[in-house]
């Protein structure tokens, strides 16, 4: 009789429990919908109004003069492959250091003060980092270029690169580290071939995120790189790229502009995900085949 | 190695591979060893054993200079290897720790490398520059001699982490051998194993006996008796007793020492 009751009890209480369980599971699923619904809304708007617009001459075709149709947006895609290419020789290496140092001497104030400074950069507007830029290497250096828009990224890629890189160097099991020192490797060998080799497709996640949050920055652009109707690829003039051609041309009043503003905006996201596509199989080879 | 030293002190080093005089180790101010003082021999095994807490790992951490290893670890007194200190000015950690290997109590195979670059990892982060031939025939030997040769020689390019806890374990002893250090120290090697893989690394202390110095933290008596030949009984950072393990284990001088072994301590 005991027993009955004590079962009877489980099984409320089992059914109350498997209840809870689903109710949750689909409150989960149905934000994750929710949180989905807007990205593909914006991906399929982004590729029925991009794909119409795309052609070859898109990729191989400098924009055209006022008035004229057609067209493309060859400099610009470049220039955005360039400016986002230094800026990550720039920032990475930087990031990726710092991150390396704040993880290694976790205890003085100075860390301190450089983990709070990189979190209070994350904060700041990506705007007021291109007055920065132009301020410390525009205005310096006597106009717009290349160089100063990498500055501009890459100053808005240290913090987060930072950061990331501290996290999972973190999550390193010391014992690793103590494995390969008494191997007898030195400090720094160890520091860079066990520990940050073994953080490193975090490291890589990381970077990949930071790259693609400013590939799509306009605003410290408009400051820096500026801009350039023309085909140029040197560090020191002027150069287009796809974000400030794709702000032009979508606010300007002309119809083959506006189109190609999507077209653009398309091969942006497009560019960015390949990276990340190419990034993710790189480290996966890398993490079968060391060395 | 084998170089010319006088017949006398090379006689001296033949028997005492590691003295360690007077080693007091701190955790900043905390003293985690008292004067602890003691001599491990060539081609022998040396147990160390003692309640948790009592100093067995800041021990053996401190023969290869690992201890300092930890922020805020110290260490004061002497240890010589064959004759000379290796906490004397001028003395590179890193160097010492070629030459005196360690196995932990936790598997630590390098996840990111194969088995074969995990075996290899000693040379390779040391940038040892050998020929394809010599490095396969290092991973093999190493290998060999930690009895796991058999059970990988397949799948020597496999993740390291892909092996079985107590396969990782002898992954560790392997990686350790490959850099032929002469001493090997081994803290609770074997907490982590089942009976069948303890008693394979036990085999494999008793194989690696001729040929190195051996130190094995354990908390497992049997283990101690078994497979050791000198035992020193360590509590609260003092080396209490230190001897033969026979006479640690049947007539032990210290009554401290009697009551750990008969499992009357607390
Ligand atoms: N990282 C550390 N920081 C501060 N104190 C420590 C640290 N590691 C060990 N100690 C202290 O040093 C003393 C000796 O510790 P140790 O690890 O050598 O003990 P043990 O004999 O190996 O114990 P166990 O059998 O549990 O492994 C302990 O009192 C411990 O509190
Ligand atoms: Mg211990």
């Given at each position: ?100 140092y704040l993880a290694a001497n976790r205890a003085s104030q100075f860390t301190n ?57 973190l999550?390193?099991p010391p014992e690793?580290r103590e494995?390969?020192l008494a191997?007898?490797?030195?400090h720094?060998?160890t520091t ?100 | ?22 080693l007091n180790a701190y955790f900043h101010k905390n003293r985690a060893l008292h004067?602890v ?16 807490g009592c100093g067995k790992s800041t021990l053996v951490r401190c023969l290869n200079r690992m201890h300092e290893v930890v922020p805020g670890a110290t260490a004061t007194g002497?240890v ?7 906490y ?5 950690p890193?160097?010492?720790r ?89 803290d ?48 609260t950072g ?29």
């Amino acid at each position: 009789m005991a027993a009955g009751v004590s079962n009877l009890h489980g099984e409320t209480s089992y059914r109350y429990r498997k209840f809870k369980s689903d109710s949750m599971m689909a409150i989960t699923v149905g934000a994750t919908i929710l949180t989905l619904i807007p990205l593909f809304l914006v991906l399929g708007y982004l590729l029925t109004k991009g794909v119409a617009s795309l052609n070859w001459a898109f990729f191989t075709h400098m924009p055209a003069p006022v008035g004229e149709a057609g067209g493309g947006m060859a400099n610009a895609i470049v220039g955005t492959l360039e400016v986002v290419g230094i800026a990550c020789l720039i920032g990475v290496p930087i990031g990726v250091g710092a991150g390396l140092y704040l993880a290694a001497n976790r205890a003085s104030q100075f860390t301190n003060w450089v983990r709070f400074s990189a979190d209070v950069l994350m904060g700041v507007p990506s705007i007021v980092v291109g007055i920065f830029a132009y301020a410390v290497i525009v205005r310096p250096f006597g106009g717009f270029s290349t160089l100063a828009g990498s500055v501009a990224l890459a100053a808005i890629m240290i913090p987060l690169v930072t950061r990331t890189t501290e996290e999972m160097v973190l999550l390193v099991p010391p014992e690793l580290r103590e494995a390969s020192l008494a191997l007898g490797v030195p400090h720094w060998r160890t520091t860079l071939s066990v520990v940050a080799r073994t953080a490193l497709s975090g490291i890589t996640t990381g970077v990949i995120l930071a790259v693609a949050r400013v590939s799509g920055e306009t605003a410290p652009l408009l400051f820096t790189a500026f801009g350039n109707r023309f085909w140029s690829t040197s560090l020191f003039h002027p150069i287009n790229t796809l974000t400030v051609q794709v702000y032009t041309y979508a606010i300007s009043p002309f119809a083959d502009w506006q189109r190609q503003a999507w077209a653009g905006a398309l091969v942006l996201t497009g560019i960015i995900l390949a990276l990340e596509l190419g990034v993710r199989w790189v480290t996966g080879g890398a993490a079968k085949a060391p060395r | 190695m084998g170089d010319g030293r006088g017949g006398e002190s090379a006689k001296v080093a033949m028997a005492e591979k590691l003295v360690v005089k007077n080693l007091n180790a701190y955790f900043h101010k905390n003293r985690a060893l008292h004067d602890v003082s003691l001599s491990f021999e060539q081609d022998r095994i040396a147990a160390i054993i003692g309640p948790s807490g009592c100093g067995k790992s800041t021990l053996v951490r401190c023969l290869n200079r690992m201890h300092e290893v930890v922020p805020g670890a110290t260490a004061t007194g002497e240890v010589l290897l064959d004759g000379n200190n290796i906490y004397a000015d001028g003395v590179d950690p890193v160097q010492v720790r070629r030459r005196i290997g360690m196995v932990f109590q936790k598997p630590t195979p390098f996840p990111t490398m194969s088995i074969e670059d995990n075996v290899a990892a000693g040379l390779t982060l040391n940038g040892v520059q050998i020929s394809h031939a010599e490095r396969h025939e290092v991973i093999e030997r190493s290998l060999r001699q930690a009895a796991l040769w058999e059970e990988v020689k397949d799948r020597l390019r496999r993740p390291g982490g892909s092996l079985s806890g107590g396969q990782q374990q002898r992954l560790c002893v392997a990686r350790a051998l490959a850099v032929q250090p002469e001493v090997l120290l081994m803290d609770e090697p074997c907490s982590a194993l089942d009976p069948i893989s303890t008693a394979r690394i036990e085999e494999l202390l008793l194989e690696l006996k001729s040929a190195y110095t051996i130190v094995i933290v354990t908390h497992n008596m049997q283990q101690a008796a078994r497979c050791s030949d000198m035992t020193a009984f360590m509590y609260t950072g003092d080396l209490v007793e230190y001897g033969e393990t026979k006479q640690i284990f049947t007539n032990p001088t210290r009554r401290e020492t009697e009551d750990y072994i008969t499992g009357r301590f607390g």
